[in-house]
Structure formats: C-alpha cells, structure tokens
C-alpha cells in the first residue's frame, strides 16, 4: 500500500530552526511536496522536489533523497505565524496526490 | 499564481436538506478538478477527481449517489451533498490542477466549512 509518514506535532521556540521529516511508500514517484495548513484555512503550496537534493527558498527549504524514500522541510527564524500544520504529500505514477496526515507545528515565544 | 475560488466559505442546513458547493479555477482553465473533505485535526482525504465532461472518479467508501459532483466547464466543479446528515459535517476543499504549471502541482480554493444541524 501507499504510506506517508511524518510527526504528528512538534514544539519549537521563536527564532530557532526545526525540521520536518517525511518518510514516503508510493507507488511510482512524480514528486514531493509540502504545504502549509493554518487552522480552519485551506492548504498553501509551499515547495516542490522532484530530484534529490536541496531546494531553498527565503527562511524554508526543503530536502529529498529518492533513495531512501526520505525528505524534510526546514524552517530557519522561525515566526510566530509559522504554528501551522506542514502537509508532506507525494505524486504517484498516476499524477494522483498521497497526503499525510500533518505534522503540527506549535511555536513558543 | 493560479487562483481558485470556492463558495459558500461557510454553510449550515438542516439534516435532510442538500448543500451545493462551487469550485472555480479564475485564472485558468483546469481539465481535473479535486474534490477534499477534512475532519478536524485529520489529513485531507480525497473524495474524487472531477474531469470536465466526464464522470467523476469516486474514492473507495465515497458514495458518488450521494456526493454528486458535475464538471460542466474548464473553469467550474461543483459538488452537491444530498440528503445531508450531521455526520456529513466537515471542511470542504476543491483544488484545480494547472496544466500550464511545470511542478502539476494543485492549487486550493478556500474551502467551505459544512455544518448540518
């Protein structure tokens, strides 16, 4: 079957760096993304990997080895606006989107 | 970027009665349209994929008599709840796929948030 996994929740202070793990068992792979959820809105489109490596971009950046099935996505400086729910979700070979369940991320002052 | 809007943002009818919501890409036009529920503090669950002048593809435990959904046009998805109960009660989220976007990434209306009394 078609597994994403990632934490349910994470704790973080203001200004610190806390990364987001996602571990993925798809059938076929056209790419991973992650999405930034705030309570009662609609996702937003946050990164996209398609080839291994690092993609920055401002204070996020996001990881992927295909390998290993494995990406993060890092948030530097954090904000306070950041406590949000971070959606991993992968393309199958049928184009088709497999979601996670979320990882809440809860930033302290 | 790409925008869709979704309407109503927020709906509550009595147990029984059916709830109409409309999904549009404004920006483009978008053949596959997809159709979310999200319960509280759960992941999205896709319910079906919409494609323009064809029938919808329904998920496994989504009753398609009972989520009716039309894709009329390249710009509009709607999905009706019929007969709706409390336990229909949830977030509804439509997304549209730009074809033009390099990434196939999907882009998400608002939502709109269901409460059947």
């Known amino acids: 079957g078609q597994n994403i996994d990632q934490p349910t929740e994470m704790t973080a202070t203001e200004g610190a760096i806390v990364q987001i793990n996602c571990t993925y068992q798809?059938?076929?792979?056209?790419?991973l993304f992650w999405y930034q959820q705030h309570a009662g809105e609609a996702p937003t489109f946050l990164s996209y990997?398609?080839l291994d490596g690092l993609e920055e971009k401002g204070r996020f950046s996001s990881f992927l080895s295909r390998s290993k099935g494995y990406s993060y996505l890092l948030l530097k400086e954090l904000q306070m606006k950041d406590s949000a729910s971070y959606l991993c979700a992968v393309m199958d070979s049928n184009y088709q989107l497999i979601w996670g369940a979320g990882t809440k991320l809860i930033i302290k002052p | 970027g790409a925008v869709v809007s979704q309407h109503p943002s927020r709906v509550i009818c009595k147990s029984g009665t059916s709830v109409k919501i409309e999904c549009r890409s404004l920006?483009?036009?978008?053949?596959?349209m997809f159709w979310y529920r999200q319960f509280p503090k759960q992941s999205l669950m896709l319910m079906a994929t919409s494609n323009e002048g064809s029938k919808a593809t329904y998920e496994q435990g989504v009753e398609k008599d009972k989520f009716l959904i039309n894709h009329a046009s390249l710009t509009l998805s709607t999905l009706t709840v019929t007969s709706a109960h409390p336990e229909d009660s949830s977030f509804y989220i439509c997304s549209a796929r730009d074809p033009s976007s390099g990434y196939n990434e999907q882009f998400f209306g608002p939502g709109t948030r269901l409460t059947v009394l």
């Open positions: 798809t059938s076929g792979f056209n790419g």
């Open positions: 990997n398609v």
């Open positions: 920006d483009f036009q978008a053949t596959t």
